[in-house]
């Protein structure tokens, strides 16, 4: 592994002496313009985060102003205190008074090619129709609902729609399983489930409808399915259960007068994995959550009235929440949405996308930057990318490679880049450059934004000095901070709030370097980044465990060039059950069938037993380090030697 140590002491070194400051042309005309800038709004929102926040908050509609900015009780957070609004009229109804009522707010473009925009006046009466054919079937205030969805504009309709009566959407991505789907939908008990007949990937049908009749089996709650026609796919409707979209649309009014909602009334639960146990719901309300999408979309991208804005995420996840949906439409932003995969039918897909819809901003994660340029240049020089300003990424820490590369391929060397660090429980970037005035330094997200206290601490919560590693924390409330984890109050306490005293944990370990800026080291827990998407080892075991042949498995993350991280299991079998590359190819499929294809394991071994400690635990460490150390291998199904190492790590103990 000696090159790989190198070209890792090599990138230490690189983060450490290269920066990039803000191009020229950029800073000019930015919204926060140079560093001096920045530091005043860093010291006004230190002085009083409250105020900050508060001066960001009068930048959206209230229908009732807020009596307290903050109401603060460890862990308990409560942001504009008894202020109503509704989200959906901040993204929509508020646009449609002046010079954005015609302006598009969502450009889509399917996998097939086919293109759709709806303005800010369409889109809101397609938010209103839908809104009344929820109420239509007896969804009210405080119920939840299902989204299942491919990325089409529908998705941010149905979002909009739970939004403007106080339901509360909970969307699951539609790359989930069945099973996957039925424990969320349980979990937060939902009333309807709104999915598609299928949605478009790399040329075939994704068959959401059939996952959801599957799901629909054992989920008691379930009253209604509404089923949206996007592929023509032929679909079982179950009778009184299951309506058509367009259906109930055709019947429904177009007016639909949104609930004034208080600002603590929750706007979303999304499912994202944590250490231990089940995916966890976590829980966002409407006022701070909204204040802070909104502030950070506008500053963070420097978002300018005529911009083509493309977050590339998926609804599915936080990150398409926050900056497909939410920040931009309250900005009244120009969105572009795109269905299917990245490289689909050629490579060039993006490049192409950017291109024809002259995209000016664009927000990615670094998984997708590196198998473009794995891909090669070719594909991005062929096309005509100077629409492009800013780029981003977000999910996982870049390489400084891909970070140059992007920079220079994509952003033609005059494109600033935010690299943005935040979480599905953070609900908005919480550390980020602000483009105009941040150096950039390939690999960190720099420092925290306005307003918004993080730092690098040890266990007992005491900052360590620069350079060395410790715990990333946020040491008070932040208005898009989540509330809670849905019907788990113990494990909000436990998890966020109890590790580091005081303080809310992360999960990152990190570093600051002596300009104080953030270096992201990774989940310190079992938590898995996978392309940019959390996994915990935990579910991935109990899927394992769960196949006949299987007694035992641990799952760890390996490096892997593209995804980041791998998932790599270790496997011991049953009596009787010997390993075969078949039972592995089972045991893959098996994963993939249970959690999602985004879960399938890489690498399998099987391994006659797990190095364990004494008290019983799987020493992951050691097995992340064999996971790492043998990837070279290939194709080794087995780990003869992995007792071996679990004694003499026992010997070493005792
Ligand atoms: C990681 C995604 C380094 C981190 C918005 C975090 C990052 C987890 C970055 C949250 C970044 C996200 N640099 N690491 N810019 N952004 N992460 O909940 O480990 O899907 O805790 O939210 O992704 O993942 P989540």
């Known amino acids: 592994m000696a090159p790989e140590e190198n070209e890792a002491s090599i990138s230490v070194l690189l983060k450490e002496k290269r920066s990039y400051p803000p191009p020229k042309a950029f800073a000019k005309s930015a919204r926060v313009s140079s560093a001096a800038a920045r530091g005043r709004l860093q010291a006004r929102g230190r002085k009083s985060p409250e105020k900050f926040w508060e001066q960001a908050a009068r930048e959206l509609v209230w229908s009732k102003p807020w009596r307290r900015t903050l109401d603060w009780k460890a862990p308990r957070a409560r942001w504009f205190v008894a202020g109503r609004l509704n989200a959906s009229v901040n993204c ?20 097939p090619g086919e293109t759709r925009t709806l303005t800010y006046l369409q889109l809101h009466r397609e ?55 039925r424990d969320r939908i349980n979990d937060q008990g939902a009333k309807v489930v709104v999915t598609a007949d299928g949605g478009w990937r790399k040329g075939a049908v994704v068959r959401l409808k059939d996952a959801v009749d599957e799901a629909a089996k054992s989920c008691p709650s379930v009253t209604a399915v509404v089923v949206l026609k996007r592929t023509n796919t032929e679909v079982t409707i179950h009778e009184g259960r299951d309506h058509w979209w367009h259906r109930l649309t055709a019947k429904a009014s177009a007016d639909c007068p949104a609930e004034p909602l208080d600002s603590e009334h929750p706007l979303f639960i999304l499912y994202t994995s944590g250490s231990t146990g089940k995916p966890k719901g976590i829980l ?13 979309t506008k500053n963070v991208f420097d978002l300018r009235e005529e911009d083509v804005y493309w977050c590339t995420a998926d609804v599915g996840w936080v990150t398409g929440h926050s900056y497909v949906v939410y920040g931009p439409l309250a900005c009244g932003a120009t969105v572009l949405m795109y269905e299917g995969a990245p490289m689909h039918p050629r490579p060039d897909r993006f490049w192409d996308i ?9 927000y990615t994660a670094p998984t997708a930057i590196r198998a473009f340029m794995k891909a090669g240049d070719e594909h991005a020089r062929a096309h005509d990318l100077s629409s492009l300003r800013l780029l981003g990424t977000v999910g ?27 979480q599905t429980e953070t609900g908005a970037i919480l550390i980020s450059p602000l483009p105009g005035a941040t150096a950039a330094k390939p690999g960190s997200a720099t420092l925290p934004l306005p307003g918004v206290d993080a730092e690098v601490v040890d266990r007992a919560g005491r900052p ?59 989940r310190i827990d079992d938590v898995l980044n996978v392309a940019g998407h959390r996994l915990s080892t935990m579910e991935i075991e109990s899927a394992l465990v769960g196949h006949p042949a299987v007694a035992e498995a641990a799952a760890v993350g390996r490096p892997d060039e593209l995804l980041g991280q791998a998932v790599a299991v270790f496997v011991t ?35 006659d037993a797990l190095p364990k400690t004494r008290s019983g635990k799987i020493m992951r460490r050691l097995l992340r380090e064999v996971a790492a150390g043998r990837a070279i291998q290939g194709d080794v199904t087995t780990l003869e030697d992995l007792s071996v190492l679990a004694r003499l790590q026992q010997d070493e103990e005792s």
């Open 92 to 111: 929509l109804d508020r646009h449609l008074s002046g010079p954005r009522r015609n302006k598009a707010a969502i450009v889509w473009e399917g996998e």
């Open 127 to 181: 938010v209103c129709l839908f809104a009344n054919a929820l109420k239509g079937l007896g969804v009210v205030k405080g119920d939840r609902v299902a989204v299942y969805l491919p990325m089409i504009p529908e998705a941010a309709v149905a979002m909009l729609a739970c939004a403007r009566i106080g339901a509360v959407h909970s969307v699951v991505f539609g790359g989930f399983s069945a099973e996957s789907l």
């Open 284 to 296: 966002h309300t409407t006022g701070g959550y909204l204040v802070q999408t909104a502030w950070t």
């Open 354 to 362: 950017v291109e024809r819809h002259r995209v000016s901003i664009l």
């Open 396 to 422: 996982e820490p870049i390489n400084p490679e891909a970070w140059r590369w992007y920079r220079e391929v994509i952003g033609g060397g005059r494109c600033p880049i935010v690299d943005t660090w935040w």
């Open 464 to 522: 360590v000095p620069p350079g060395a590693g410790g715990y990333l924390v946020v040491r008070r409330p932040w208005p898009a901070m989540l509330r809670t984890v849905w019907g788990d109050e113990e494990r909000y306490k436990s998890q966020y709030w109890s590790q580091i005293p005081g303080m809310y944990f992360t999960g990152d370990g990190a570093r600051r370097d002596k300009d104080g800026y953030f270096w992201i080291l990774g």
């Open 573 to 607: 079998l049953k009596g009787g059950r010997a390993p075969s590359p078949e039972l592995k190819e089972e045991l893959r499929e098996h994963v993939a069938r249970a959690i999602g294809p985004i879960a399938r394991p890489s690498e399998i071994r099987f391994s």
